[in-house]
């Protein structure tokens, strides 16, 4: 079945600091997707990658696809405190219906 | 537009109790999906549907079943609630389109079996 790894699980930062979390899958893949879920909340989608070494930018964040199409990362620089939340990456499994196997997600705290 | 509406948003049910979540979405999509998601953890995909009348399994079935008599209503439901039960529930849908498409989620159902 498909395996995406995600790291950390968990991320402390000051205020201003940036922050990056990684999302590795043991097989290649045809595009990933990233999604962030402020806490209490539902997943909302950030991004789609498809292109190997695509890299793509939202205001501060930056997100990369691997060479391999194997792992992707997101950036996120001089963090604020609109950034709380978890971040998940998501992947395709199974066929058909768009179905997407999300990672365990990073929780990012930012201190003020 | 709506969007994705969960209802209940809350509630708590007696071991071996039944009940139906509700999700409707307003946006015409085909791709209609269940997940559920326990403290501190992904989502986990509990069934999906590609249109009105099709549904399957997805990676943690067991304990639920759905319906999908209409393309805005995908129903969860549990027929003997079980404490491993207790999770928050999201639903979602998609548009039928050629590659992934995202996703776009309910605010979910916090659901407590005692």
């Known amino acids: 079945g498909q395996q995406v790894m995600q790291i950390p699980q968990y991320q402390h930062v000051q205020e201003g600091e940036d922050f990056t979390t990684y999302c590795n899958s043991s097989?290649?893949?045809?595009?990933i997707q990233w999604y962030k879920q402020r806490p209490g909340g539902h997943p909302v989608f950030l991004i789609q990658?498809?292109?190997?070494?695509e890299v793509k930018k939202q205001k501060r964040l930056t997100f990369q696809f691997g060479e391999a199409k194997k792992n992707s990362s997101l950036h996120i620089t001089a963090t604020q405190t609109t950034d709380v939340g978890t971040y998940f990456c998501?992947?395709?499994f199974g066929t058909g219906a768009n179905n997407l196997f999300f990672g365990t997600g990073t929780r990012l705290t930012v201190i003020p | 537009n709506a969007g994705v509406t969960q209802t209940p948003k809350f509630r708590i049910l007696k071991i071996g109790q039944s009940m139906t979540l509700q999700c409707t979405q307003d946006?015409?999509?085909?791709?209609m999906y269940w997940y559920r998601q326990d403290p501190g953890m992904g989502l986990k995909l509990i069934y999906y549907?590609?249109?009105?009348?099709?549904?399957d399994k997805g990676e943690v079935p067991n304990g639920y079943n759905v319906s999908r008599s209409t393309t805005e209503d995908f129903p969860l439901r549990l027929e003997l609630a079980a404490p491993s039960q207790t999770s928050v529930y999201f639903c979602?849908?998609?548009?039928?389109?050629?590659?992934?498409?995202?996703?776009?989620f309910g605010d979910g159902t916090r659901l407590s079996i005692l």
């Open positions: 990658l498809v292109k190997s070494g």
């Open positions: 946006m015409n999509h085909n791709y």
């Open positions: 549907s590609v249109g009105a009348g099709i549904t």
């Open positions: 979602a849908s998609s548009p039928r389109d050629s590659g992934n498409q995202p996703q776009h």
């Open positions: 998501a992947v395709p």
């Open positions: 097989t290649t893949l045809s595009n």
